[in-house]
């Protein structure tokens, strides 16, 4: 009797989880075809970090160390420094900025706390997720990797809820052909 009990309870459990399995056949597909089709990211996504200019193109970054303090990876690296230059000249928007920043994504859980924890606004996370590199050594990021003026954007994503293909926030995007300019 048990014997019978078990096949009629297998029997179930199988027909159970095949109306499962052909009830998603009928569904959208969601598989993207990447990199021929951009992927949607959504809003919020934390991706390859930027670092921020002001109007007049002067870094925001004051070299205070708050977000290497605060990250739980060790993984940013800043050397600082003093220019006492005029604003016009200088490389900053304050007299003290940071000669070296450098990410290492080899480390990097993109946790966001270095985002929390800048008082100047100074850096945030992007959208750019492509980093895969062949040497493990290629995944430090240096300050010109970073820097919104300079770093260089995939197209292959879209902003879900936004009208454009990339954020209009970047100055260059790369396409197939090659690198587009400032846009
Ligand atoms: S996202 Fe997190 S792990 Fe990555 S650099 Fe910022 S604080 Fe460190
Ligand atoms: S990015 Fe922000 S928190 Fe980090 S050193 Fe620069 S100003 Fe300070």
């Not at 597909?29 to 809003?43: F, L, S």
């Not at 290497?68 to 420094?81: G, H, K, M, Q, R």
Request: aromatic share 8%; charged share 30%; with cysteine.
């Amino acid at each position: 009797m048990s014997v019978v009990a078990d096949v009629i309870e297998s029997t179930v459990a199988i027909l159970k989880g095949m109306k499962r399995t052909l009830s998603e056949i009928p569904r959208h597909n969601w598989t993207v075809q990447y990199p021929d089709e951009p992927v949607t990211v959504q809003p919020r996504y934390r991706g390859q970090h930027l670092l921020h200019v002001d109007e007049a193109g002067k870094e925001k970054c004051v070299a205070c160390y708050l977000c290497a303090a605060a990250c739980p990876s060790d993984c940013i690296y800043i050397e600082a420094e003093d220019d006492a230059r005029p604003y016009a000249e200088r490389i900053g928007r304050d007299e003290r900025y940071a000669k070296v920043y450098n990410i290492d994504y080899g480390r990097c859980i993109f946790c966001g706390f270095c985002v929390e924890a800048c008082p100047k606004d100074a850096i945030t996370h992007g959208y750019n997720f492509e980093l895969s590199v062949y040497n493990r050594a290629d995944l430090l990021k240096t300050k010109d990797d970073l820097l919104i003026t300079k770093q260089v954007q995939s197209k292959n994503y879209r902003v879900a809820l936004s009208s454009e293909d990339v954020d209009s926030e970047f100055k260059k995007i790369r396409t197939k052909g090659g690198e587009k300019g400032d846009r």
